[in-house]
């Protein structure tokens, strides 16, 4: 696609509960990123994909998270067992060859609220 | 992992006058600096980068300046306009590819 799209814009769901957040990056793009910003700071890093596979995972905070990229393409974060701190903003973000597997298009952002 | 630090955290300046943005990183291997925009309820978006081979570069009224060993960059703009009001983040990253942000300057441009 011509952008980096994210879905659902926004999701409350209450505490307990299991949520998928997905991430459509630019056709073509093989980085993908991972980040959550809670209000007034700065993005942080949760995963990079190089491909399919998770080239590094050192920003999920617990096994609680878990994202996959089966076809190289879209991804999904999973959050389990949700907890009123995980509400943040979930940016999605990609990058290509191109510019630079890390010059980075982010995505609107999925708002998670967990009540 | 790599430590980037922004300031200053609020910044409010004259319409036309100029603002600075400091930031500086831990990780002496980060080879890449880029800037990001922020408007309210937006997505970041890349404003200008930098890689380590140059100590500086402009597009326009915004301008990055990279010094390598005291490990520190900046952003400049000139001539600043009421669209510039949003917040500003730095990062940094290496040849791991994962960048590392700093938590953000609001700059606010008084008209």
């Known amino acids: 696609g011509a952008g980096v799209s994210q879905t659902p814009s926004n999701k409350v769901t209450e505490k307990g509960k299991y949520v998928e957040l997905r991430c459509d990056p630019i056709s073509g793009h093989t980085a993908l990123y991972w980040y959550r910003q809670s209000l007034g700071q700065g993005p942080e890093f949760l995963i990079y994909f190089q491909g399919t596979g998770a080239a590094d995972d050192s920003g999920l905070p617990n096994d609680r998270f878990f994202a996959v990229r089966p076809e190289g393409s879209v991804s999904t974060l999973k959050i389990q067992r949700t907890e009123r701190g995980d509400s943040a903003v979930y940016l999605c973000?990609?990058?290509?060859?191109?510019?630079?597997?890390?010059?980075?298009?982010f995505g609107a952002g999925s708002r998670l609220t967990v009540l | 992992g790599e430590n980037v630090e922004q300031h200053p955290s609020t910044l409010s300046v004259q319409e036309g006058d100029s603002a600075v943005i400091k930031c500086t990183y831990s990780d002496s291997a980060s080879n890449y600096f880029p800037w990001y925009k922020q408007e309210l309820g937006k997505r970041p978006q890349l404003i200008i980068d930098?890689?380590?081979?140059?100590g500086e570069k402009k597009d326009q009224r915004i301008a990055v300046t990279l010094n390598k060993t005291a490990k520190h960059f900046s952003l400049h703009i000139t001539e600043t306009q009421p669209e510039d009001s949003a917040v500003y983040f730095c990062?940094?990253?290496?040849?791991?590819?994962?960048?590392?942000f700093g938590a953000g300057t609001t700059v606010t441009v008084r008209a």
């Open positions: 930098i890689r380590s081979n140059v």
């Open positions: 973000a990609s990058g290509g060859y191109g510019s630079g597997v890390n010059v980075l298009t």
């Open positions: 990062a940094a990253s290496g040849d791991d590819y994962k960048l590392s």
